[in-house]
Antibody
Framework: QVQLQQSGPGLLRPSQTLSLTCVISGDSVSSNSAAWSWIRQSPSRGLEWLARTYYRSKWNYDYAVSVRGRITISPDTSKNQFSLQLNSVTPEDTAVYYC??????????WGQGTMVSVSS | DIVMTQSPDSLAVSLGERATINCKSSQSVFHYSDNKNYVVWYQQKAEQPPKLLIYWASTRESGVPDRFSGSGSGTDFTLTISSLQAEDVAVYYCQQHYSTPLTFGGGTKVEIK
């Protein structure tokens, strides 16, 4: 049974960097059939996919246009986890952030969510 | 980007009656190489993460009651709750994972009439 456990701070000041981690159990971050995403949800933007990484002979990375240039998704094979880094946050980045496994040949699995508030 | 358009925005159904939610994608999400439609349906209750109901458009997740069913192919998809129960009050979302950016419908709020 695949489980994703998220961790990271919930309160940030504008211009700070958001860092979240998602620890995987029951699967491998370097699996050749899985893909690992960060998604956020807010009342104003709904469910918004942010980034994805997956391993197919090499590491691949995809990013949403809305956050490209500010965001990095990083796999860590030694800890079987992946992380999100979002730079220069503003109040518009306030949302619940989820990690998820969403790929062609696996059933989707989501983390429990982390409420992130950006406020001065 | 593939736009997922859900309808209706909200739905009030009597207990025991059928609820039908539609989702239309702006382009086909059918993958010819494996004959699958890359559409997922989720149920979300307040303060909880989305819960997987249906994947590959019509495959019910283990443990999901059989009153939930998914159908459709190509660009038109439907989630049906055959006999609405009180615990089904929630917001329902469709999502495509055929291509990035992964995109979601705007959600359908289901209530009891």
């Amino acid at each position: 049974q695949v489980q994703l456990q998220q961790s990271g701070p919930g309160l940030l000041r504008p211009s700070q960097t958001l860092s979240l981690t998602c620890v995987i159990s029951g699967d491998s971050v370097s699996s050749n059939s899985a893909a690992w995403s960060w998604i956020r949800q807010s009342p104003s933007r709904g469910l918004e996919w942010l980034a994805r990484t997956y391993y197919r002979s090499k590491w691949n990375y995809d990013y949403a246009v809305s956050v490209r240039g500010r965001i990095t998704i990083s796999p860590d094979t030694s800890k079987n986890q992946f992380s999100l880094q979002l730079n220069s946050v503003t109040p518009e980045d306030t949302a619940v952030y989820y990690c998820a496994r969403i790929s062609f040949n696996t059933t989707p699995v989501w983390g429990q969510g982390t409420m992130v508030s950006v406020s001065s | 980007d593939i736009v997922m358009t859900q309808s209706p925005d909200s739905l009030a159904v009597s207990l025991g009656e059928r609820a039908t939610i539609n989702c239309k994608s702006s382009q086909s999400v059918f993958h010819y190489s494996d004959n699958k439609n890359y559409v997922v349906w989720y149920q979300q209750k307040a303060e909880q993460p989305p819960k997987l109901l249906i994947y590959w458009a019509s495959t019910r997740e283990s443990g999901v009651p059989d009153r939930f069913s998914g159908s459709g192919s190509g660009t038109d998809f439907t989630l049906t709750i055959s006999s609405l129960q009180a615990e089904d009050v929630a917001v329902y979302y469709c999502q495509q994972h055929y291509s990035t950016p992964l995109t979601f419908g705007g959600g359908t709020k289901v209530e009891i009439k």
